[in-house]
T-cell receptor, first 114, second 111 residues
């Protein structure tokens, strides 16, 4: 266990559904991240939160909406997704945003959009 | 723009043999280089990093990587492979554009 917990582990949703992914860490880290992992493609950094403020948004469509209510929790709200959004979504945390490369990763949520 | 190339989708190695997983990079300035491993149904785990100093970097689980500036490479190596090393390996570079990952290489160790 890395100390980063993601729920649910698997999610199947229709294109008109609204769902949320949850990430939790109790490592005392100040930075949290969402990544998208698609088959045979590089990991894509989606969002970076530092001290509960979004500091990076890498051209992610608005149908993905992150929320960081406190330093231990990070959500990814999903709305009207497309089949190409099916992927493994990984949450990670690090001591601070400068130590991104030493982030601890969760096990991911396998999302399938039908 | 910075980039990372992992030219092999899959590497097959017999148990006990040495293994190499290739990585080349492109980045402005001094590179910060990293390797991560992802076991089935698990998140990424940090393996090792090169920031400065010796070109040969040692990491977790007996892995090491060699930084070669002239060839802009950072290949991952292990002298003797174990079946339990079978996993997906990612190379990454940190530069002005943040952390950029390669596509990943599946390492399969055959008994």
């Amino acid at each position: 266990e890395t100390g980063v917990t993601q729920t649910p582990r698997h999610l199947v949703m229709g294109m008109t559904n609204k769902k949320s992914l949850k990430c939790e860490q109790h490592l005392g880290h100040n930075a949290m991240y969402w990544y998208k992992q698609s088959a045979k493609k590089p990991l894509e950094l989606m969002f970076v939160y530092s001290l509960e403020e979004r500091v990076e948004n890498n051209s992610v469509p608005s149908r993905f909406s992150p929320e960081c209510p406190n330093s231990s929790h990070l959500f990814l709200h999903l709305h009207t997704l497309q089949p190409e959004d099916s992927a493994l979504y990984l949450c990670a945390s690090s001591q601070n945003a400068d130590r991104l490369h030493e982030a601890f990763f969760g096990q991911g949520t396998r999302l399938t959009v039908v | 723009a910075q980039s990372v190339a992992q030219p092999e989708d899959q590497v097959n190695v017999a148990e006990g043999n040495p293994l190499t997983v290739k990585c080349t990079y492109s980045v402005s300035g001094n590179p910060y280089l990293f390797w991560y491993v992802q076991y089935p149904n698990r998140g990424l785990q940090f393996l090792l990093k090169y920031i400065t100093g010796d070109n040969l970097v040692k990491g977790s689980y007996g892995f090491e990587a060699e930084f070669n500036k002239s060839q802009t490479s950072f290949h991952l190596k292990k002298p003797s492979a174990l079946v339990s090393d079978s996993a997906l390996y990612f190379c990454a570079v940190r530069g002005a554009d943040g952390l950029t990952f390669g596509k990943g290489t599946h390492l399969i160790i055959q008994p």
